[in-house]
């Protein structure tokens, strides 16, 4: 079955500077990568996500990227803020929302 | 925006216990999902639903069952508790309904200690 490995398990950057998280995946079946984020006490949610047949996505100051070659995607998260400071998880699914989850990128944002 | 409810933020058990987690949606979602969180691990798939009376085991179902009678509320049952259940446990929902890919909506999860 699919299985989705993370890295980072933990990334600290100072406000404003940029943070990398990636993922790489096994199953080149899966055709949908979404991440999400999960702030202290609470349940994730959906951030940006992305389908097979696109090559990047970008909404405000997060991005993803993918490259269905190496079977790996990443989140990208410009001028962070210490609001970004959560735990980020990427997944992938084939065609069903049956999401395989990464083991999880905890992000700290020094003021 | 959709709610998920979970009946209880904390929960303490003892070993052997019958435990019940309920989960409840209120956006007339097909899918409903029970997550576990666990350090390291990151979410694993437990039991899946697509419709009332319906149920798919995921990745982790064992030691776990699930009961969907109504379709906005999927319960989780640990038969007898057992130390290595202490985990968080997360329900979440989407819409479902032939269409795929869809947003996972996640409650907030009980955090279960069994001693």
């Known amino acids: 079955g699919e299985n989705v490995e993370q890295h980072p398990s933990t990334l600290s950057v100072q406000e404003g500077d940029s943070a990398v998280i990636k993922c790489t995946y096994s199953d080149s079946a899966s055709n949908y990568f979404p991440w999400y984020k999960q702030e202290l006490g609470k349940g994730p949610q959906l951030i940006i996500d992305i389908r097979s047949n696109v090559g990047e996505k970008k909404d405000q100051r997060i991005a993803v990227t993918l490259n269905k070659t190496a079977k790996h995607f990443s989140l990208h998260i410009t001028e962070t803020q210490p609001e970004d400071s959560a735990v980020y998880f990427c997944?992938?699914?084939?065609?069903?929302?049956?999401?395989?989850f990464g083991t999880g990128t905890r992000l700290q944002v020094f003021p | 925006d959709v709610k998920v409810t979970q009946s209880s933020r904390y929960l303490v058990k003892r070993t052997g216990e019958k435990v019940f987690l309920e989960c409840v949606q209120d956006?007339?979602?097909?899918?409903m999902f029970w997550y576990r969180q666990d350090p390291g691990l990151g979410l694993r798939l437990i039991y899946f639903s697509y419709d009332v009376k319906m149920k798919e085991k995921g990745d982790i179902p064992e030691g776990y069952s699930v009961s969907r009678e109504k379709k906005e509320r999927f319960s989780l049952i640990l038969e007898s508790a057992s130390t290595n259940q202490t985990s968080m446990y997360l329900c979440a929902s989407s819409r479902g309904g032939g269409s795929t890919n869809e947003k996972l909506f996640f409650g907030s999860g009980t955090q279960l200690s069994v001693l």
């Open positions: 956006m007339d979602h097909e899918n």
């Open positions: 997944a992938a699914s084939i065609y069903t929302d049956k999401l395989i």
